[in-house]
């Protein structure tokens, strides 16, 4: 899906998380965002960064700790990736009622629902 624009699905989400989220992340809040490990989500860091779309600064309050903020090419690619997924939702949706669509909303919360007490019940 994103190919064309030269980086992986797992980057390409970093890069959209990261713009949501703004500049100067922790890492570590980042890897919560995309719900994975700290590792997993260092070496696309890694990537990145060396890519020169993302800088990895010492948080000057903890320098243990990373923040991370996207440089103004990595902002730039954000951007794309966000048009090629409103591109690509807008098609995938095109051929579905809006009733069809709320009703699979209402289902997808039902069933989210369901799980979170679930979650909490253990």
């Not at 990537?47 to 243990?64: E, I, K, N, Y």
């Not at 799980?115 to 019940?121: D, L, N, V």
């Amino acid at each position: 899906m994103l190919a064309g624009l030269g980086v992986s699905n797992s980057s390409g989400w970093c890069l959209v998380h990261l713009k949501r989220l703004g500049q100067n992340v922790r890492q570590i809040e980042l890897a919560r965002e995309l719900d994975i490990r700290g590792a997993s989500l260092a070496r696309t860091l890694d990537q990145l960064s060396a890519a020169g779309l993302v800088d990895r600064l010492t948080d000057p309050a903890d320098a243990r700790a990373n923040n991370l903020r996207l440089t103004e090419k990595g902002g730039r690619l954000a951007i794309d990736i966000e048009n090629r997924l409103i591109e690509l939702r807008a098609e995938l949706l095109s051929a579905i009622s809006s009733e069809d669509l709320l009703a699979a909303w209402r289902v997808c919360n039902a069933l989210g629902d369901a799980i979170a007490i679930k979650t909490h019940e253990r």
